[in-house]
């Protein structure tokens, strides 16, 4: 099992910056592939950022030059740093991982970023 904690949500205006952390415990070394998830409200689900084991990375086109996504493995943590905020950026952010990107196995309960304009 894994625990995923996320914390760094708020609310910000448009333009502005925020970094999401993810602490990660238990066994972890399952976990290959981690990820930042988000629902706006009466939206679907949508990956935004995933890292696999050795750095690759995938982003959503939405924010493909505007958040990145890193990993301390040291202190088991996840980051997501967002920035050039849009109001469209608004949703619950979930952390998640598994053993592969699709399906992930573990989630977290999600931070909520606002981006007001």
């Known amino acids: 099992q894994v625990q995923l904690v996320e914390s760094g949500g708020g609310s910000v205006q448009t333009g502005g910056s925020l970094r999401l952390s993810c602490a990660a415990s238990g066994y972890t070394r399952s976990s290959n592939c981690m990820g930042w998830f988000r629902q706006a409200p009466g939206k679907e689900r949508e990956r935004v950022a995933t890292?696999?084991?050795?750095?690759?990375?995938y982003y959503a086109d939405s924010v493909k030059g505007r958040f990145t996504i890193s990993q301390d493995n040291a202190k088991n943590t996840m980051y997501l740093e967002m920035n050039s905020l849009k109001p469209e950026d608004t949703a619950m952010y979930y952390c998640?991982?598994?053993?592969?990107?699709?399906?992930?196995?573990?989630w977290g309960k999600g931070t909520l970023v606002t981006i007001s304009s």
């Open positions: 890292i696999y084991t050795g750095g690759s990375t």
């Open positions: 998640a991982a598994g053993t592969y990107c699709y399906p992930m196995d573990y």
